[in-house]
Nanobody
């Protein structure tokens, strides 16, 4: 079993920055990739970014709407991933969820979600 605990959400003005954290525990060696998704009211959940944390390697990728502004990263122990969000826009307002996926592309866990609100 894998558990994900998120933190770092909050209220920020347009142009500001936030950094989200997602800590994994349990059977962490089963995790191949971890990623961030977001869901705004009335919209479907969408990919923000994901990163490889398993033995297969690989890099990271981003949704076009956040590329350049956001950066996904991981600790050296690969138990924690981060999402550095810069130049935030009101359209970035959403609940952000962390996700862990195994080597067979099955979802191991979702985080509880953390609210990010960008407003003046």
């Amino acid at each position: 079993q894998v558990q994900l605990v998120e933190s770092g959400g909050g209220l920020v003005q347009p142009g500001g920055s936030l950094k989200l954290s997602c800590a994994a525990s349990g059977n962490i060696f089963t995790i191949n990739t971890m990623g961030w998704y977001r869901q705004a009211p009335g919209k479907e959940r969408e990919l923000v970014a994901h990163i490889s944390v398993g033995i297969r390697g690989g890099g990271s990728n981003y949704a076009d709407s956040v590329k350049v502004r956001f950066t996904i990263s991981r600790d050296n122990d690969k138990k924690t991933v981060y999402l550095q969000m810069n130049s935030l826009k009101p359209e970035d307002t959403a609940v952000y969820y962390c996700k862990a996926v195994n080597y067979a592309d099955y979802v191991l866990a979702w985080g509880q979600g953390t609210q990010v609100t960008v407003s003046s």
